[in-house]
T-cell receptor
């Protein structure tokens, strides 16, 4: 069964600190993995997308990594800001068909305190 | 572009009533998705359309749920009759193609009492 597991479920850090969120998946075949940020009361917004051949991709203070062999991804946030407080959702698209099915993680709730 | 527009933003209804959620996708996008989000189950894909045609409705929970896309600029998600367990935030998203980045609306928070 295709699954996406995220850890931790929630995380509290102080402003300025770094943190890393984890995403493990069992989706096969694999097409791509996307990290979304969802602010409270808003829809998710894409941060990065990674395909099989990509190991690292950055978007400002956000850096995503992908290890397709171990089926693991991480999202590293550098020098956190209060505005980083949000839910971060890992979504994996399966391959093999032209309309690859999406499998969603439950998300990690990040709270950044001043 | 104003992005994906959903209405209403909030809906409170009594059990047994019909509920209709509306979505206007981003102009030029060919794919439209309906999602449901709850604390227990997270984000779930209900159904998606490509070029106004429903492609995969396997995520629709029951026959009480139905979705239509009569034209490229409008879609509805209907629940009839509604039940308390349908309470959730319903998101609509659109993308240029099925596999390209999807842009989400603000969501409709549905409460069925």
């Amino acid at each position: 069964k295709n699954q996406v597991e995220q850890s931790p479920q929630s995380l509290i850090i102080l402003e300025g600190k770094n943190c890393t969120l984890q995403c493990n998946y069992t989706v096969s075949p694999f097409s791509n993995l996307r990290w979304y940020k969802q602010d409270t009361g808003r829809g998710p917004v894409s941060l990065t997308i990674m395909t099989f051949s990509e190991n690292t991709k950055s978007n400002g203070r956000y850096t995503a990594t992908l290890d397709a062999d171990t089926k693991q991804s991480s999202l590293h946030i550098t020098a956190s800001q209060l505005s980083d407080s949000a839910s971060y959702i890992c979504v994996v698209r399966g391959g093999g068909t032209s309309y690859g099915k999406l499998t969603f993680g439950q998300g990690t709730i990040l709270t950044v305190h001043p | 572009d104003a992005g994906v527009i959903q209405s209403p933003r909030h809906e409170v209804t009594e059990m047994g009533q019909e509920v209709t959620l509306r979505c206007k996708p981003i102009s030029g996008h060919n794919s439209l998705f309906w999602y449901r989000q709850t604390m227990m189950r997270g984000l779930e894909l209900l159904i998606y359309f490509n070029n106004n045609v429903p492609i995969d409705d396997s995520g629709m929970p029951e026959d009480r749920f139905s979705a239509k896309m009569p034209n490229a600029s409008f879609s509805t998600l209907k629940i009839q009759p509604s039940e308390p367990r349908d309470s959730a935030v319903y998101f609509c998203a659109s993308s240029f193609q099925v596999t390209t980045e999807a842009f989400f609306g603000q969501g409709t928070r549905l409460t069925v009492v």
